[in-house]
């Protein structure tokens, strides 16, 4: 029996490799994948060239670059809190006088009286150019309580993988003989002042199938790297081993997870002494949310121990560390239309973001020290707002949150429970938006699901205009509506400048993201993915059957996964969309998990060497489904050379293929940026005008 088991998995070896060869060999532009070939590059500059000629010199290119510059350099925007150290928070702060930014400080008290005192801690612009580096901020960790030192992350260029140094808050300079760890796609942590927990690229056989470390190792000051102690390690199959740390009063909490796939991880705490980490009772299939007297809150994505999926759960640290059985408490249940999105601790409140319908709510959570049970209060911010919780002040137990529409600008409010929420900074109206509404409208999708939708557009419109719709629908990522000038994400002001045009712009909720709790996300899943394509042709019917637009004057747009989405939606109905938008998209299903970081994300699409898997992915992989003879709605595809999370060959061959067959594509790759696809604002302003630039020209002037 053994021995015809392993005849058969060699067959079956053999049938995908043979299969896997078939693929390749069908596909013209494998050369396309070669990042920084001559030939790839060569090809990469002739359409960057294409693009500009017909974009960059257009009426009104120039101006509104130029405007989405000025609205994404405003000195006046809100200074969003870093971390909070002691009586000091800090800020990252971007401008036209810093275009990669300064990291700085201010006293807590003048932050949060609204007229904050900053005192520069790192010029990222001079550091690069002292470094001859083109240095991208990546974040500071610094250890508390004194807050002195910190482990700074920097990337060059954008992408995922950076540097990190130890940096001295007191002399404002990095350590000479401090830590430093060379570029890599690292997690790093303090376990204290003089040890590091370090899981970064350790050489051959270190890192896993998806290009993350494998191995966690202790690294004790003084000592080199190589001599770091192995604390845990995973396997070649995982995702990756991920680090972090949590402060609970006086007392460091620093944990190892085992990421073995995307959703699911086993999570690892100290033992009583310290000396090793020991497995928790934490699911593997929930996340890791916060720490606060004395317990670990969990979000729960599955059902466990009769507790519906959705909810949060709170564990006892000292029981898990001593390896005694540990009461399993629930800490709220949220209600069907609701989804706990955000989750902050201070000393003594947990505050959770919800939404309720896709719009924001706060709670404050109090555990009850003698029973150990949970309490919770609806804390008033903004009505029908998105509402993001941006900070805390743990001592004084104040959560620092922002509320904001599409219509309203943001405003960063400090949150007391049972006080008025205090307003700290406000972004004054960027633009005139009396003569704009904003409506949350449901369509039905194809198996009877209501998808929620907001739409934008100047007041009395009458219709059919042209409509953009933005949306991602995958990893667990809600959309929530944010103020039109920074909609959709990374496109600056384009849904600003495309309502003031008189046409309508509309972020969609559809299946696959987070909006209703786990629910919604697993409705999209693997086999499930055509759900959120139904979910989008649902919602542009729905604009087309209200009047608000009509077939081929709509647009659709979508990054990264929602690349994804946008892809297999204009080859499903290319008679339904007019133009799409699609930034550092995945397009190629068959290869995906063989590119980059791709091997992670099996788990979201399933596994393309699986003939059954494959079955269900052949159906929509976007490079796969176009046809001859098809004529598709024209494309405008911009991505970054450096982004080492989604290839850039997906967008490359995307183009190379659609245009074989005759069809029109926009095509821009930016050499820096990484997977954000923008370095600066620069870049930001550029963009935003050339996305508005296609738009107008291909269903606005297009006859």
Request: contains cysteine; glycine residues 10%; proline residues 5%.
């Amino acid at each position: 029996m053994i021995r015809a088991s392993l005849a058969a998995l060699a067959l079956n070896c053999s049938f995908i490799a043979v299969t896997a060869a078939a693929q390749d060999a069908k596909d013209p532009y494998l050369w396309l994948e070669d990042i920084e070939g001559a030939k790839a590059l060569g090809w990469v500059k002739k359409e960057n060239a294409a693009t500009d000629k017909l974009i960059t010199g257009r009426p009104g290119f120039e101006a509104d670059r130029k405007r989405a510059r000025e609205i994404l350099d405003d000195d006046r925007q809100i200074a969003e809190p870093g971390e909070v150290m002691g009586e000091t928070i800090t800020n990252f702060w971007r401008d036209a006088n810093n275009p990669r930014g300064i990291w700085r400080q201010s006293p807590l008290d003048a932050y949060l009286a609204g007229k904050p005192v900053w005192t520069t801690l790192i010029d990222v612009d001079a550091l690069g150019k002292a470094e001859k580096q083109s240095w991208v901020w990546h974040g500071a960790d610094c250890l508390a309580p004194e807050y002195k030192r910190c482990l700074v992350s920097l990337s060059p260029g954008g992408t995922d993988a950076d540097i990190v140094r130890e940096w001295d808050r007191t002399t404002k300079g990095f350590v000479g003989e401090g830590f430093t760890l060379p570029q890599a796609k690292s997690s790093v942590t303090w376990e204290n002042a003089d040890t590091l927990l370090v899981a970064t690229d350790y050489g051959a056989g270190s890192m896993t199938a998806s290009g993350y470390p494998r191995i966690v190792k202790r690294w004790k000051r003084g000592t080199p790297l190589t001599s770091a102690e192995t604390v845990a390690e995973g396997e070649h199959e995982d995702v990756g081993m991920n680090v972090f740390a949590f402060t609970d009063g006086d007392k460091r909490w620093p944990m190892i997870s085992r990421g073995k796939t995307f959703y699911t991880a086993d999570l690892k705490l100290p033992n009583v002494d310290g000396s090793r980490y020991i497995s928790s009772i934490v699911p593997d299939t929930a996340s890791v949310r916060d720490v606060i007297d004395g317990q670990l809150i969990i979000f729960l994505n599955k059902d466990w121990a009769n507790i519906p999926a959705g909810s949060l759960v709170s564990l006892s640290l000292a029981d898990m560390s001593a390896d005694r059985q540990v009461p399993i408490v629930t800490a709220m249940t949220p209600t069907k239309a609701q989804a706990i999105e955000n989750v902050s601790a201070t000393d003594n409140i947990l505050w959770v973001k919800a939404l309720d319908d896709v719009e924001g709510k706060l709670f404050a959570l109090r555990r009850d020290p003698k029973t150990g049970s949970w309490s919770q209060k609806d804390v008033p911010l903004a009505a029908n707002a998105t509402v993001t919780i941006a900070g805390t002040v743990g001592k004084r137990d104040i959560v620092l949150a922002s509320a904001e529409t599409m219509l309203m600008p943001p405003t960063l409010y400090a949150v007391s429970e049972g006080k008025v929420p205090q307003a700290v900074q406000s972004l004054p109206a960027t633009f005139d938006a009396k003569d704009m509404t904003v409506e949350k409208r449901f369509a039905t999708s194809k198996d009877g699901t209501k998808i929620p939708y907001f739409l934008a557009r100047k007041k009395g419109s009458t219709g059919p205009v042209p409509a953009l719709i933005d949306a991602y629908g995958g990893f667990r990522a809600a959309q929530t509506p944010g103020y039109l000038t920074g909609q959709p994400y990374r496109a600056g002001p384009l849904g600003l400048f495309w309502v003031e045009d008189g046409n309508a712009y509309v972020l969609a909720g559809i299946r696959g993201g987070g909006e209703y709790g786990p629910a919604w996300h697993q409705a999209a899943l693997r086999e499930k993915r055509q759900n959120s394509f139904d979910d989008l042709h649902a919602v542009a019917e729905d604009l087309v059957k209200t009047g608000v637009s009509a077939k081929g004057k709509i647009a659709i747009s979508g990054r990264s996964n929602g690349g994804v989405l946008v892809g297999a939606a204009m080859t499903q109905r290319p008679d339904l969309y007019g133009a799409v938008i699609s930034g550092s998209p995945i397009k190629d299903m068959w290869r995906y998990d063989k590119m980059l970081a791709g091997a992670s994300w099996v788990a979201e699409y399933g596994d393309p060497d699986v003939p059954g898997d494959w079955a269900f992915l052949s159906k929509y992989s976007p490079y796969h489904n176009i046809r001859k003879g098809v004529t598709y709605p024209p494309i405008f595809l911009y991505l970054s050379t450096k982004d080492d999370r989604v290839h850039p060959g997906h967008a490359r061959k995307y183009a190379a293929r659609l245009m074989e067959n005759g069809n029109r594509v926009y095509y821009h790759e930016y050499i820096e940026g990484g997977h954000s696809v923008g370095a600066d604002h620069a870049e930001d302003a550029v963009r935003a005008a050339m996305l508005h630039g296609f738009l107008l020209r291909e269903l606005v002037e297009k006859k």
